[in-house]
């Protein structure tokens, strides 16, 4: 069975653009010898147009539509993978633009373990991008239950600190934050570089790339990033995580 890594933290502390990231990390590690899932749970504000929005409608595929099903397979998730012709080994699975969730039948959270476990049953690692919230989302719950490794993303702002304090105790309670998590201090945007100088409660400091917000804004998330300072540090986190 595959590692089942799960990915958290506030509302913008760039989770998603993280899980990119760190499963293409995961991806490069092996040489392209072990097989990586995305998973991305969203569906407020769905992923997989902003991972891939040059892609053509007939070419995404949702998640809700294998999770729609009574029984799936390997081959259902196969199907609906998003993937890039230079790394078959690494794919990609998400919600698409217009859907929400009432686009899908409600499903219990037995349905989406089996799911994960079917992932984790074809690769070798998953890397699920959990919402903010896990009550709101059963995927999230069940990841952060089973997860193997969960990787915290935190923000030297005032914003992850009101998000800490409010929900934090609860989180822990629910068992949805514990100590074993892997804390990164992540700086997704260039305004908080200067209130990342000084000391914080993590295991890793996540620089702020100028080449990755260029991706981001330009679509091309999908591609390998060369900023060699970040990759040193998500190398560093991957180290941690798988081991």
């Known amino acids: 069975m595959g590692k089942l890594i799960a990915v958290c933290g506030s509302a913008g502390s760039g989770k998603t653009t993280f899980s990119v990231k760190f499963a293409e990390t995961l991806y490069h590690r092996s040489h392209g010898k072990h097989s990586v899932i995305a998973l991305f749970c969203d569906i407020v504000t769905p992923s997989i147009p902003v991972i891939f929005p040059n892609r053509k409608e007939e070419d995404l595929f949702s998640v809700g539509s294998v999770l729609s099903k009574?029984?799936?397979?390997?081959?259902?998730?196969?199907?609906?993978?998003?993937?890039?012709?230079?790394?078959?080994?690494?794919?990609?699975?998400?919600?698409?633009?217009g859907e929400?969730?009432?686009?899908?039948?409600?499903?219990?959270?037995?349905?989406?373990?089996?799911?994960l476990d079917v992932l984790c049953g074809i690769s070798d690692y998953v890397i699920v991008d959990c919402m903010t919230m896990p009550g709101g989302n059963v995927l999230?719950?069940?990841?952060?239950?089973?997860?193997?490794?969960?990787?915290r993303l935190m923000t030297p702002d005032l914003a992850y600190m009101s998000y800490y304090m409010s929900q934090g105790k609860m989180l822990a309670a629910e068992g949805y934050m514990r100590e074993s998590d892997i804390k990164v201090m992540n700086i997704p945007h260039a305004e908080l570089v200067s209130l990342a100088s000084g000391t914080h409660?993590?295991?890793?400091?996540?620089?702020?790339?100028?080449?990755l917000t260029e991706q981001y804004l330009e679509g091309r998330l999908s591609d390998p990033l060369k900023?060699?300072?970040?990759?040193?540090?998500?190398?560093a986190i991957a180290e941690r995580a798988v081991h």
């Open 70 to 97: 009574t029984d799936f397979y390997a081959d259902d998730v196969v199907s609906h993978m998003m993937m890039t012709k230079d790394r078959m080994n690494l794919g990609y699975l998400g919600y698409l633009s």
């Open 100 to 115: 929400n969730k009432n686009s899908f039948p409600e499903y219990k959270d037995v349905r989406a373990k089996n799911f």
């Open 140 to 151: 999230t719950t069940s990841a952060l239950e089973k997860a193997d490794q969960t990787i």
């Open 201 to 211: 409660p993590a295991d890793f400091l996540l620089p702020y790339s100028t080449a």
């Open 227 to 235: 900023d060699k300072k970040y990759l040193k540090i998500m190398n």
